[in-house]
Structure formats: C-alpha cells, structure tokens
C-alpha cells in the first residue's frame, strides 16, 4: 500500500494539477491532497478560502479512481519545522510530490521521498495566469476542470477576485 501527498496552494486547481493527480494515481494507492496556505484567502495571489478549494478538488476527484484525502495546511513562520507540521495534519504518507524547490528541500532533508511532475501546457495552465484571466474578463473556464468553473460560480468568486485584486491586500 502507497500512499502519496501533493501540495499546493490551488488558487484555483486546474487542468494542470488535475493532469499531475491523474499520473500520480496511476502510482499510488491512496492520495492526499495538501491545501497550502490554509489560512490565507482573500487577497490577489490566495482569494479562495481552504473550505473553498477544498470543495474545488473533492469535486474535481470524483472521477479519478484514487482514494483521496483533501487537507488544508496552514501556513507557519518556521521552515525548519514545517513537514513535521505537515505530517501532523495528514494522513501517513510514502512519498511527496511537488515541483516547488523550497518543498522539495524541506522534504528531502526530513527523509521524505519528493518525485517531481512534468509542467502540463505551464503557458495556460497556470494558476497566476488564470486569476489574470478572470480579472480581465478573458476565457478561463477551459483551463479548470468544470466542477471548479461550478464552486467558482456558486460562492461568486469571480466578484470577488476583482475587487480584491482592487485594493493592495497583496
Ligand atoms: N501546468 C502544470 N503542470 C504540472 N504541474 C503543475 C502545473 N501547474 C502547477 N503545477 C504544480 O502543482 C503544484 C501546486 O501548484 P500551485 O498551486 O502553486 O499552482 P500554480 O499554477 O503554480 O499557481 P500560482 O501561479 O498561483 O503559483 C506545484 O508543484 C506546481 O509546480
Ligand atoms: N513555512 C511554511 O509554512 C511553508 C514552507 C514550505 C511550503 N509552504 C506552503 O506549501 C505550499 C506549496 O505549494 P505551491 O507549490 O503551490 O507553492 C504553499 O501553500 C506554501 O505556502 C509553507
């Protein structure tokens, strides 16, 4: 039985990360899914809440056939700290994968296997140019699995991306 961890902020999860799930599913059991930044939510570069990703992703996965566990992670001022931070938030995991080279240290010098993904179409499917998208009114439904376009609808978020991005919350 492997059981492997992704991390990310998913601001919002996208066909990338969808794409990353779907090949780590082919190599593992059971997944957990870290929702970093837990804590943070309303701002330019994090304007979902956890609870809202959360529901982004349990949506997204509910055809990939991989039992998954979605975690919020907050955020802590230590680093040196943080994958035990981590695992006490998750379920026990084998193996990380990430591509963000401060994770990919902190889980290696803890003794953590790291695997890393190929980037997916990294011109679109980007969670930076997807936000610049729905600010600027242009197309991003295409770039996220359709239940997200659905839980983006539903808690208005597209209203909410512009005026946050208004003020210089960050
Ligand atoms: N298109 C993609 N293909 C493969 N992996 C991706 C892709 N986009 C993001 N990832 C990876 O998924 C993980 C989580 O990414 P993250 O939530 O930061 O998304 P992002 O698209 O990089 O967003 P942002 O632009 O907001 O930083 C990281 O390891 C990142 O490298
Ligand atoms: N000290 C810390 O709190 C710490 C350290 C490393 C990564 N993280 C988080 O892990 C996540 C990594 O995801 P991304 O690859 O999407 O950046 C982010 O939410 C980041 O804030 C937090």
Redesign the pocket.
């Known amino acids: 039985m492997t059981r492997g961890f992704y991390?990310?902020?998913?601001q919002p999860y996208h066909e990338g990360h969808h794409r990353v799930v779907e090949a780590i599913s082919d190599e593992v059991d059971e997944l957990v899914v870290?929702v970093?930044?837990g804590d943070k939510s309303h701002s330019t570069r994090n304007p979902f809440t956890a609870g809202e990703r959360v529901m982004m992703i349990t949506k997204a996965l509910v055809d990939v056939d991989v039992v998954t566990y979605v975690v919020p992670?907050?955020?802590?001022?230590?680093?040196a700290v943080?994958v035990s931070?981590v695992q006490s938030m998750t379920p026990k995991f084998d193996v990380a994968y990430?591509?963000?080279p401060?994770?990919i240290r902190?889980f290696g010098e803890a003794g953590v296997e790291v695997r890393q993904s190929p980037m997916f179409e990294r011109d679109v499917l980007e969670g930076t140019e997807i936000r610049n998208r729905m600010v600027q009114d242009e197309d991003w439904r295409e770039l996220v699995p359709d239940p997200v376009a659905g839980v983006i609808d539903e808690i208005d978020g597209i209203e909410r991306i512009r005026q946050v991005s208004d003020t210089d919350a960050g």
């Open positions: 991390i990310g902020r998913f870290g970093g930044s992670i907050e955020d802590i001022n230590r680093n943080w931070h990430s591509n963000n401060l994770v902190l």
